[in-house]
């Protein structure tokens, strides 16, 4: 087909064209998804800086938060994309869509690079509670779990995987561990979340019949938490799923008081074979030293509830749009600038994996890494070593957001690489409230801070490709 010449994405991609499969899903792309009317121009959020170094940096910064197309981008991908399991159409779409917007916006070495990913169906599910009251419950079963056409059993309530005993043989364990509300949000997160993703083997392995978790967060609205969760293959497979921080504690009052509780869990799930996917990449190519590589990204896939907005929408239209400002400034970095768009982040990481293994032996100066949501951004998290560090300081400095521990998930295969590792740490509050939700949708995103993020990836990306080593 010819391209509009006001829709250079709409050109042919062969790419799309090799099974029947994605041949639907191109078509029913190509015209509406990749790259929507521009938005009235925003007001500038106030720079992080009060000073920029250089005029480049300046006005980068000033056109990131600025920008016009960042929102409705974000817009497609979370609106008429929306959810993005790995194995799913949806991710599918969200592949083609991603490289036509990358070759849309003229970047070179476009390509996308084959990632085979799991392909777990979360199929219907009902919880309900049978005694002392009839009543139905909210839940969401966790990534990876085997179904149930049915069970039904009563509720052991536990606090800590050492509550576990020989006592909650035959019966349901709920893991009743609540997360602190104590700033950051992440941090909190990353302290509980090894309840999820043991829950099962270690109930099973005391002869358990299913698991259920308390949602990982501070906040809830009667709204269930997914995420993913790991078995071992020493003890049986048994379903499981996460409930309301509301419900939770409710069963928990009711248990430690003597009552019985009795539920009944249904669940559809079932893992099918591994399916095709990809990373997407494109760069930049440096204008001194073009073998130097600066990473920014993010990761197409989302869970399979709500629209993957905070999780993660905003890293990749960040990506994307970090991408297109740069270039579309005429700015010339010295280092290549290389965007990637990884697949399977949220449970398997795949993609980050592939991209380590068929790339770790290039040039990596630093890899940058935005999969926290759209907050106000607050500090980079890195990891490397001293002069590593040093360099990342001087790179960061004139953007006046300060430097401490991290990373990324889809990054940190490149660590044993010696990759400078770095990642974007936004205020996270509302981030964790609908984090693995069906409430991660485009309307919790707020435009002022999404720039702002969109402002501080750019400036940095290319602070990174410009600074000495």
């Known amino acids: 087909m010819t391209a509009h010449p006001a829709r ?16 639907a899903a191109f078509a029913t792309l190509l015209i509406a998804l990749v790259v929507p009317q521009a938005a009235p121009a925003a007001e500038p959020h106030p720079t992080p800086a009060a000073v920029a170094p250089d005029a480049a940096l300046a006005r980068l910064l000033e056109a990131a938060r600025g920008d016009t197309l960042a929102m409705p981008r974000l817009q497609v991908l979370t609106d008429e994309i929306g959810a993005r ?29 084959k990632v085979m990913v799991p392909a777990w169906v979360r199929g219907r599910e009902r919880l309900a509670m049978l005694a002392p009251q009839r009543r139905e419950l909210a839940v969401l079963g966790l990534g ?24 909650v043989a035959g019966k349901i364990v709920l893991f009743d561990v609540p997360m602190s509300t104590e700033p950051p949000a992440l941090q909190q997160y990353g302290k509980t979340a090894y309840v999820r993703a043991g829950a099962a083997a270690r109930a ?6 299913a698991a259920l978790v308390r949602s990982i967060t501070a906040r809830s609205l009667y709204t269930p938490h997914t995420g993913s969760m790991q078995y071992d293959d020493r003890f049986p497979r048994i379903p499981a799923a996460a409930v309301t921080v509301e419900d939770a504690g409710w069963i928990d009052r009711l248990v430690s008081r003597g009552i019985e509780v009795r539920l009944r869990l249904e669940m559809g799930a079932e893992t099918r074979p591994d399916a095709e996917s990809a990373n997407v990449l494109a760069e930049i190519v440096g204008s001194e030293r073009p073998e130097e590589i600066v990473v920014v990204g993010g990761h197409l896939d989302s869970w399979d509830v709500g629209q993957g907005a905070h999780d993660d929408g905003v890293g990749i239209v960040h990506t994307i749009e970090a991408m297109r400002l740069i270039r579309s400034l005429g700015l010339k970095p010295k280092r290549t600038i290389r965007a990637v768009l990884f697949t399977n982040e949220e449970n398997g990481l795949r993609g980050g994996k592939a991209y380590a293994e068929a790339h770790g032996g290039e040039r990596h100066v630093a890899a ?7 907050g106000r951004p607050l500090r980079w998290g890195a990891t490397g070593n001293e002069e590593q560090l040093a360099f990342l300081r001087r790179a960061a400095a004139p953007l006046g957001i300060p430097v401490g521990d991290g990373g990324g998930a889809d990054i940190s295969p490149l660590k044993e690489k010696g990759v400078l590792l770095v990642g974007l740490y936004p205020e996270d509050e509302l981030y964790m409230a609908v984090h693995h939700t069906a409430a991660d949708t485009f309307d919790k995103v707020d435009p002022d801070d999404f720039r702002a993020g969109l402002a ?7 602070r990174l490709a410009n600074e000495p080593l």
């Open 8 to 23: 250079p994405w709409a050109r042919s991609y062969n790419g799309a064209m090799r099974t029947p499969r994605l041949v």
């Open 85 to 113: 399991l790995a194995g799913s159409e949806a991710l599918v779409r969200a592949t083609i869509w991603g490289e036509l917007a990358l070759r849309g916006d003229g970047h070179e070495n476009v390509r996308h690079e």
């Open 144 to 167: 990876g779990s085997v179904g149930t056409a049915g069970l039904e059993a009563s509720v052991a309530v536990v606090h800590s995987f050492a509550d576990l005993s020989p006592a």
């Open 204 to 209: 099973a392995e005391f002869g358990a019949v």
């Open 368 to 374: 940058v890494e935005t999969d926290l949501g759209g």
């Open 456 to 462: 501080a990836v750019a400036g940095l990306v290319w």
